[in-house]
């Protein structure tokens, strides 16, 4: 089982860049899809992003293609999230999970960490 600390969220000027990071522990990281899912006050939360366990296919939510760069780093067992052209709309708590699937048909499982709080002012 694999468990996920997320960092690096924090308050940034709409227009801002943030780079979040989720250090995991446990050997099966890099067998892992790795996504990014964000939960706004008040609403559902939503997937973000996915990455395969390679790093070599990238899937985006249409509200971020173009401004968010998922990455992974399996030698230091970490996934980035690099959030550029922020929008106060981006203001979320941040979540890191692993699950299955290819990028484009990722499929969660119930491996979450505790979130980062993003916060973008307009």
């Known amino acids: 089982q694999v468990q996920l600390v997320e960092s690096g969220g924090g308050l940034v000027q709409a227009g801002g860049s943030l780079r979040l990071s989720c250090a995991a522990s446990?050997?099966?990281?890099?067998?892992?899809?790795m996504g990014w899912f964000r939960q706004a006050p008040g609403k559902e939360r939503e997937f973000v992003a996915a990455i395969s366990w390679s790093g070599g296919s990238t899937y985006y939510a249409d509200s971020v293609k173009g401004r968010f760069t998922i990455s992974r780093d399996n030698a230091k067992i970490t996934v980035y999230l690099q959030m550029n052209s922020l929008k106060p709309e981006d203001s979320a708590v941040y979540y890191c999970?692993?699950?299955?699937?290819?990028?484009?048909?990722?499929?969660?499982?119930?491996?979450w960490g505790q979130g980062t709080l993003v916060t973008v002012s307009s």
């Open positions: 446990g050997r099966t990281f890099s067998t892992y899809t």
């Open positions: 999970n692993a699950g299955k699937g290819s990028p484009n048909d990722y499929r969660y499982l119930e491996v």
